[in-house]
């Protein structure tokens, strides 16, 4: 497991590509290509499965 600390994501930088960094229990962080937090480049999701099926939350 990778834990996502505030120094690991103050760290981040963007790209010019998609990323996702994921701490291996379903929480990842999705930064977009500018990686702009103020302007929504960088956004929670949470992956999980349901009745066998991929979800996003």
Known sequence: MN??????L???KP???????SD???LFIHVTA???PSAG????????R???KKKLL
């Open 15 to 21: 790209t010019g590509k998609v990323q996702k960094i």
């Open 10 to 12: 103050r760290n981040v």
């Open 34 to 36: 500018t990686g702009s």
């Open 3 to 8: 834990k996502l600390t505030d120094t690991c």
């Open 24 to 26: 291996g229990c379903g």
């Open 41 to 48: 480049g960088m956004l929670w999701h949470m992956g999980y």
């Open 50 to 52: 349901f009745g066998g």
